[in-house]
């Protein structure tokens, strides 16, 4: 049983590894041999030697981090971030067997979320546009569940761990100013509703004196 779910998932790896090396300008080929597994190497902040992964060994976590990475294509690039804000770096280099094909610059504690550089200058022969991308939230907890020094995401959100910052800015999240607002408004309903009250008691007390007037 386990060696079946090992081996689903290697070649759930490698269709993401093919998915993400077509990034690139694709050229029609003959069906051939199987070829070799997918691989995922990452080195970055806090990293003394390159984690590297085999799809044959670790066919769970290569799929984990090509994931990050594959959606790429249908993508848009996102505007140049403050270099100041992007935080550690980690570049990743996707493999087949042992070649390099394609290769990322993440950083999963970016400012307002992940962000993707993807450097035109790539280890194959494939052509790439340089561009920034927002990257999945899930970054930093996948990264850190494979093996990179990472701290633990706790607010994480969705489809993923976002950077080290809130998703809601902090100064937003003012429970102080919140009741202050609420108490305002509630002395403002209770003022109307005052209001309402006298005024339908003059109301009904003119209707009275008016009737009592007329029946004498």
Do not use: C
């Amino acid at each position: 049983m386990v060696r079946t779910v090992r081996r689903v998932a290697a070649i759930v790896a490698s269709g993401l590894a093919a998915g993400v090396l077509s990034l690139g300008p694709t050229t029609s080929a003959s069906a051939g041999p199987t070829p070799p597994p997918a691989g995922v190497e990452v080195t970055g902040a806090g990293m003394a030697e390159p984690l590297r992964l085999s799809a044959d060994t670790h066919p769970t976590e290569v799929s984990a981090v090509i994931d990050q990475v594959n959606f790429l294509a249908n993508a848009r690039t996102s505007a140049d971030p403050d270099k100041s804000d992007l935080g550690p770096k980690y570049t990743v280099v996707v493999f087949t067997g042992e070649t390099p094909k394609q290769a990322y610059d993440l950083y999963p504690k970016a400012s307002g979320g992940p962000r993707i550089y993807r450097p035109a200058k790539q280890p194959s022969s494939r052509k790439a546009t340089a561009g920034w991308f927002f990257g999945r939230l899930t970054m930093s907890e996948t990264l850190r569940t494979v093996g990179v020094p990472l701290e633990r995401q706790l607010d994480t959100v969705g489809g993923g761990a976002g950077g080290g910052e809130r998703l809601i800015p902090e100064d937003a999240i003012n429970p102080t100013r919140d009741i202050d607002e609420a108490l305002s408004e509630l002395q403002r309903l209770l003022l109307l509703n005052v209001a309402v009250v006298l005024t339908i008691g003059f109301g009904l007390a003119g209707i009275t004196l008016l009737i009592r007037r007329r029946s004498r």
